[in-house]
């Protein structure tokens, strides 16, 4: 069973940036896709960014557009996602995703999750 950590969460002003980081605990067999889901108290979880890890092609969602952005790590099978201007708006638990097979913005894509890291944006 593949794990997948993830860091950086944490409070910050809005206005403000934070960088958050996956990991995945295999290093060998290439993920097909990875992605950042989100989910606010009261809310479904809800895709913000995915990537195909062997091309870099991205999907973004609208909201989150120009102020967060997707990358992938040094290592195999880890991820890093940028968010600047933070809105309050954002304050979710982060969850990344991963599959061997697939990329897409539905969590139907993905085999595996990590535990979530929180961020909370003040205003």
């Known amino acids: 069973q593949v794990q997948l950590v993830e860091s950086g969460g944490g409070l910050v002003q809005a206005g403000g940036s934070r960088r958050l980081s996956c990991v995945a605990s295999d290093r060998t067999r290439s993920m097909y896709g990875m992605a950042w889901f989100r989910q606010a108290p009261g809310t479904e979880r809800e895709f913000i960014v995915g990537i195909s890890w062997n091309d870099g092609i991205t999907e973004y969602l609208d909201s989150v557009k120009g102020r967060f952005t997707i990358s992938r790590g040094n290592a195999k099978n880890t991820i890093d996602l940028q968010m600047n201007n933070l809105k309050p708006e954002d304050t979710a638990v982060y969850f990344c995703?991963?599959?061997?097979?697939?990329?897409?913005?539905?969590?139907?894509?993905?085999?595996?999750w990590g535990q979530g890291t929180q961020v909370t944006v003040s205003s």
């Open positions: 995703a991963a599959s061997y097979s697939g990329f897409g913005t539905s969590s139907a894509w993905y085999d595996f």
